[in-house]
């Protein structure tokens, strides 16, 4: 398992997307006032009204989500701050979402953008991607994903921890560079040396991702770029050709087909997530009215296989 | 509880360091292989080697620290990698801590530098300032911690819900702005029309917390501003004499106390953090050969005598 001959997880990411022949993904962001009342009304039949049955709500609408998308995609991104909400319970929840995820065959992306001093981004690069110290030194793992999103403001200490653990395991992580919110341009686009503060994390990024090449021409480390700045990306990927791409932001946040082909580079190299746009497809048009709550699994089969449609459109 | 004669955090901050007489904070960032043999011996007999054994290892630990130190300072702050990295049992430790820490009259500061676009950060601040949505729009607090670190990458949108929350709850925030590890400077000293870009993101904390201002003169929109960087402390004191100064970095980090009153002003607005240098102070001399693990205790005790000492002298 620590052996050189370990996989790069940027391997595997191409590898699964040519196999599902797509490289949409789906976010696990499930909000408990959006799950199906049919979910939740079988939880509080079990668990009454207590915590335990909220996040057994998530864990089982995340199971049929699994379900319904796992022959389609190449990985799911859960976010975190869905399941931390929830306390202990919640992240009992988070961790039984990625392990069911991986039974099934995906990769999971952790998106918990994570960032600290060295020592501590250890701590969490261990829990999500390596080891964590147990009794007599033993070394077992925690969350065990695939991959996590790290944010990168604090430099190269903050970062290392977690290079080490991609280059040992066959992780890989996705740094914050340019995010797909609004105000992401407040210090993202401030100038320095006559070009936009991003530009510099990107560099960053690819020095940060250079002993970390798979076979396939991609590093390991990989970058965040919303797909609602499309701009943005033609100048990253200018800098980064060898760069996998996470791209969030794309249906509900915004981001639209037709830019995406901007993210990768021939045809390659980006994945485009999409999560309240495929997840609680059925809360929103067109599929709301088309299928309703009550066919909620129709919904979301729907949604991401127009979302898939749609971004195939564009890499043809 | 949602009145506006809420008081505010930084209200509640300044009266803790008043009553408490020192500015000095304690970091619980407990790491398993440094606890005392007594604590993690008695949970091996009562749980086994079980990853239950190592957080209540901590959790025990944690208490034990807290009853030691809660006479002596007004705050203390748990950082969240140490315990996630045992996953949902280690948030279960970070919990109980927690509420222990409050019991005990402590304020509590999460150190968990959370970030992400503002419909995902408002999931981390309901957890941890707010309150989460239930059964029946129930609203209920989940970590329930007075205050928590935060990035600010994403600009203000990934901020703001936590601002919401400070103000209707009486919480507040630390945003990272100078860090104190060796690479901070990499993207923190960047050159922005002039000026270094922490200073930038330090200005628009101003911003952010014009509207949060407590009855002593200070913001609950705080700033982290790392112990080693004095220097850098003078420039961002300049421009935000009414900010709430979370200095991190004390002791084993390299921060000194006499670089210490360039993070005041008239001798009011810091907090001074140590973690290692007192929690696991027993490992380090002078304290390992006068006290030795058996006595970690009185290690923990004189430890922050000291630097209570060291700090007020630099006060006077």
């Given amino acids: ?46 668990y009454g009204e207590t915590l335990t049955g909220i996040t057994h709500s998530i864990l089982r609408f995340n199971q ?4 319904i ?16 909400m929830y306390g202990p319970p919640g992240v009992q929840a988070y961790l039984e979402t990625i392990t069911y995820a991986r039974q099934k065959g995906l990769l999971v992306i952790a998106d918990v953008k994570r960032n600290d001093i060295g020592s501590t981004v250890a701590a969490y690069s261990n829990a999500f991607l390596g080891r964590v110290p147990f009794w007599n030194n033993q070394l077992k793992p925690v ?8 944010n990168p403001y604090l430099g190269s200490d903050g970062i290392q921890p977690f290079l080490d653990d991609c280059q040992k395991y066959g992780k890989g992580i996705f740094v914050l560079v340019k995010t797909s919110n609004p ?19 990107a560099r960053k990024c690819k020095a940060w991702g250079e002993n970390i090449m798979g076979n396939q021409g991609f590093s390991s480390v990989g970058l965040v770029v919303g797909a609602t700045f499309p701009q943005e990306a033609i100048q ?14 794309f249906g509900f946040q915004g981001g639209k087909a037709e830019d995406m082909k901007h993210f990768f580079i021939n045809g390659r190299g980006a994945i485009i997530n999409s999560s309240r746009g495929i997840i609680h ?14 066919q909620y699994q129709q919904a979301i089969a729907e949604s991401l296989q127009t979302m898939i449609r749609q971004v195939d459109q564009i890499l043809q």
């Fill in 69 to 84: 998308v796992s022959p389609y995609v190449p990985a799911v991104k859960p976010q975190i701050a869905f399941y931390e």
């Fill in 183 to 201: 105000s992401s341009s407040e210090f993202q686009h401030l100038p320095v040396e006559g070009e936009a503060f991003y530009l510099h994390v």
């Fill in 236 to 249: 990253i990927r200018k800098l980064l050709p060898q760069a996998l791409f996470l791209v969030p932001g």
């Fill in 281 to 294: 497809a059925y809360r929103q048009e067109p599929y709301a009215r088309k299928y309703g709550e009550e």
């Fill in 1 to 46: 398992m620590e052996s050189n001959n370990v996989i790069s997880f940027a391997d595997k990411l191409i590898a699964a997307i040519e196999q599902k022949g797509t490289p949409c993904i789906v976010g696990l962001d499930p909000r408990f006032k959006d799950l199906p009342a049919a979910i939740t009304q079988q939880c509080l039949d079990e």
């Fill in 143 to 150: 969350f065990n994903v695939d991959a996590v999103t790290v």
């Fill in 64 to 67: 049929q989500v699994i379900d």
